[in-house]
């Protein structure tokens, strides 16, 4: 199974950055990534994915609506790392981010489909 450890996360005044990173270690190469998040009192949501499609060399980033436009999803096969970029932060972007691995190699958003699962790093925004 693969371990998923995020960190990046903090305090950040609004409409400010931070840059998210998981580190996995396992194999990761075709499966899809994820990023969810989870605020207090509230049920953890998908954010953002890559997804590979085989016989292709491409990873294609995939997001929600709260998150398109202002967070960009990457991967860095190489260092087995995947990041969150995100900016223009908003006061309701403060939660708990989760990094997750998928068994599939195709675009989900489903969190019963991400079989490995990061502890969270905390992101606050302040207004």
């Known amino acids: 199974q693969v371990q998923l450890v995020e960190s990046g996360g903090g305090l950040v005044q609004a409409g400010g950055s931070l840059r998210l990173s998981c580190a996995a270690s396992?194999?990761?190469?075709?499966?899809?990534m994820g990023w969810f998040r989870q605020a207090p009192g509230k049920e953890r949501e998908f954010i953002a994915g890559i997804s590979w499609y085989r016989g292709t060399s491409y990873y294609t980033p995939y997001y929600s609506d709260s998150a398109k436009g202002r967070f960009t999803i990457s991967r860095n096969n190489a260092k087995n790392t995947v990041y969150l970029q995100m900016n223009s932060l908003k006061p309701e972007d403060t939660a708990d981010y989760y990094c997750?691995?998928?068994?599939?190699?195709?675009?989900?958003?489903?969190?019963?489909?991400?079989?490995?699962w990061g502890q969270g790093t905390q992101v606050t925004v302040s207004s």
């Open positions: 997750a691995a998928s068994r599939w190699s195709t675009a989900t958003m489903t969190m019963g489909d991400f079989d490995s």
């Open positions: 396992g194999r990761t190469f075709g499966s899809t």
